[in-house]
């Protein structure tokens, strides 16, 4: 079982940055596939970011530019950090965690992150 926590949502003006953090459980951070989705009001959910185990990462067009996501494997977290944003980026954001080995995913509680001024 992986437990993850995000922080670091919030209100920010458009133009703005934020940086997200998501802390997992347990000792298998290294070996996981890791993801960042949101979900804004009345959409579905949507994928914004991938890294792999190894580092290789992966963004949705309407962020790329703009989103980096990166991994420390010494304090189990990967981060997503988001410049130049948008009020469409207005939304739900979710972390999620692939032991790819045994096809299971696992999913964070989500923070919130409001772009507006």
């Known amino acids: 079982q992986v437990q993850l926590v995000e922080s670091g949502g919030g209100l920010v003006q458009p133009g703005g940055s934020l940086r997200l953090s998501c802390a997992a459980s347990?000792?298998?951070?290294?070996?996981?596939?890791m993801g960042w989705h949101r979900q804004a009001p009345g959409k579905q959910r949507e994928l914004v970011a991938t890294?792999?185990?190894?580092?290789?990462?992966t963004y949705a067009d309407s962020v790329k530019g703009r989103f980096t996501t990166s991994r420390d494997n010494a304090k189990n977290t990967v981060y997503l950090q988001m410049n130049g944003l948008k009020p469409e980026d207005t939304a739900v954001y979710y972390c999620?965690?692939?032991?790819?080995?045994?096809?299971?995913?696992?999913w964070g509680q989500g923070t919130q992150v409001t772009v507006s001024s």
């Open positions: 890294i792999t185990s190894g580092g290789s990462t």
């Open positions: 347990g000792s298998i951070f290294s070996i996981l596939a």
């Open positions: 999620n965690a692939d032991l790819v080995a045994m096809g299971l995913r696992y």
